[in-house]
Structure formats: C-alpha cells, structure tokens
C-alpha cells in the first residue's frame, strides 16, 4: 500500500461519523459521495439505508485503486414514516412536535468495500429513542439554535436535544450516526481490524 493511499477512506461529510472513527483512534480520509438520498417508492426503510450506504461506498470504490470504503446513511422512523433532515426551521420544528413525547427508531445502514478485493459487506443498526414532551417555546428554542437542520429527524442527541432524550433502547453511537460496534463487524468480516 502506498504513503498516498490511505488505508480508510470514510464517504461521507459529517463530522459526526468522523468524530466517531477518530475516537477509536482509526486514521482516515474523507471522501464525500454525492449520492442522491431519496426513497424509492414503498421501499422499507431498513432497504433504502442499505442501499443508500451501498452507493455511496461504491461511488468512492470506483476513483480508488485500493483502501477500505466505509459508507453510511442514517433515519429517523416513526409510525413507519421516515424522518430526513428537514428543509427549514418549519418543517423542523414539526419534525420536533411529532417526536415530542414519543418513541421512534433511528436506523443507520452501513456499507464497507474493499477496493483491491472488490468485496462488499453492509448491514444495518437499529436504536430505540424516547423524546419528553417539548413545549413550543423548547421547540423554538431548539430550531433557532441551528442544530437539527442537518440532522435527520431534526434533532442531535450529542448535542442540545440531549435535554429531551429520556430513555434509548440499543446503541447510542446509532443514533450519533455511526454504529462503531458494526463498523467494525463488517471489518473484520473483509479482514481489517482497528485494533492491531
């Protein structure tokens, strides 16, 4: 392997995932895939984070000549509707309302390809999350702070929303966006560890 080809190229642009890989001390590149993240019609959601994170791996694999491609996407689900990020304050704000007080899942599909191998792994991870009820002025208060309008289901439990996350029910690296447990996984199932 080349001093020029890194070891790990991670597809995507959040600094959420990237914090997260830092923070098993994986060294890594960015390479952001443009990959258009949109459902297919009556497609399930665990199928369409899979898929997302799939394309966006081997949008990355096919300028590489080798290095591992990790790819991720990352809902929110409640009443089998999927949450994105919202496009403004409003629509924000009622992403927040339909959560308030509620249960819903936030689901993160992931995908590792082996450039030199040609050989895929994906996955998914599936976390339970319970919001306490928001009033308008917390709901207010939260959108203009600027934090959910590049998350999925408008909020960051790593963040301000933590004041409104009463209970999780499975992995909270999930919910950051990056299930570091099945990253590495799928890891080891390609032959990489982040542990030697």
């Known amino acids: 392997m080349s001093d020029k080809e890194p070891r790990i190229i991670l597809a995507s642009s959040s600094p959420r995932r990237a914090d997260l890989l830092r923070s098993i001390g994986v060294e890594f590149e960015i390479a952001p895939s ?38 991720a996407d990352t809902i929110v689900v409640l009443d089998g509707k999927i949450l994105g990020k919202p496009v403004d304050e409003m629509d924000a704000a009622r992403m927040l309302r339909s959560l308030s007080g509620r249960w819903h899942a936030v689901m993160t599909g992931v995908a590792l390809y082996d450039v030199a ?14 919001f306490g009820q928001m009033n308008e002025p917390e709901i207010d208060w939260y959108v203009k702070s600027g934090e959910p309008m590049d998350k999925a289901g408008a909020y960051g439990i790593q963040g301000l929303a933590g004041l409104f996350i009463e209970e999780i029910a499975g992995n909270y690296f999930n919910v950051v966006g990056l299930p570091l447990p099945l990253v590495y996984r799928l890891a080891r199932r390609l032959g990489y560890s982040f542990i030697n």
């Open 117 to 130: 191998t040609r050989q895929e792994v994906a996955d998914y991870d599936k976390t339970l999350v319970r």
């Open 34 to 71: 443009q990959v258009q993240e949109r459902p297919h019609t009556g497609e399930a959601p665990a199928d369409y984070i899979t898929r997302l994170a799939r394309a966006k791996v081997i949008s990355i694999a096919r300028k590489r000549e080798q290095g591992l491609v990790i790819g």
